[in-house]
């Protein structure tokens, strides 16, 4: 269940203190100006956590929203103004495109829009249920992943991967959402994701040989192979 303050910007900063490493002080906010000339640039009521993140990290941010495209106010701004047809009127970016695809959020028919990626014609599949899945998810994964285990599932689905960890006692966090699946149990934590016909999962533990039961009955799944 999603917590009731999970839009309130401050609520994710004070969870964030748990992760001391991710240098939360050196955060630079963006200003309401350039908040406000966004929002009108791109046509859509931005979700509250988002602008909350804006105002907070809008200028830099220590942790990337996108896999590599920045995902600064002025740069946002910037690409609306340059060539502000090259994405579907129903997706709004929220990182530039790099190397990668750009980061985006997609308005429907629901209240909140999901997050995806996308290149300017096609949208993948969805990323994230919601903002606030996205953002909660990314402190999680970035704190937990320097000792970690991964194995990948060929022609399998991330979903039947979760599913089987949930039989050996893992629990799904709230954040857990569309190609993005989050679980733990004790101080072991578990991210699954789907990559086209491929799950990936990456088991995360500050003691690495509490991993290993985990890996080793994984492993058993077909098309399993330990990287």
């Known amino acids: 269940m999603v917590p009731d303050d999970a839009q309130d910007i401050h609520a994710f900063l004070e969870l964030c203190r748990d992760f001391p490493t991710l240098e939360w002080s050196r955060r630079q906010g963006a200003t309401p100006a350039q908040i406000d000339r966004l929002r009108q640039l791109v046509g859509h009521p931005l979700p509250r956590l988002y602008e909350g993140f804006l105002e907070q990290m809008g200028e830099h941010s ?29 997706v709004v970016v929220i990182t530039v495109p790099s190397i990668d695809p750009a980061t985006v959020l997609v308005y429907g028919s629901t209240d909140a829009p999901f997050v995806a990626t996308s290149d300017g014609d096609d949208v993948d599949p969805m990323l994230s249920p919601t903002f ?63 990559r086209g016909s491929t799950a990936h999962a990456v088991l995360m533990s500050p003691t690495p040989s509490a991993c290993e039961r985990p890996a080793q009955w994984l492993s058993r799944l077909d098309g399993a192979r330990r990287l």
């Open 62 to 90: 220590p942790i990337p929203i996108g896999r590599d495209g920045s995902s600064r106010v002025r740069d946002l701004i910037a690409l609306y103004q340059d060539d502000n047809e090259q994405y579907p009127p129903h």
């Open 132 to 194: 606030a899945h996205h953002l909660y998810r990314l402190p999680w994964t970035m704190a937990h992943w320097p000792d970690n285990t991964q194995l990948s599932f060929g022609d399998h689905e991330a979903t039947a991967v979760a599913a089987r960890a949930t039989e050996e006692g893992f629990e799904h966090l709230w954040f857990s959402g569309g190609r993005e699946l989050c679980l733990e149990r004790g101080p072991v934590k578990l991210l699954v994701t789907q």
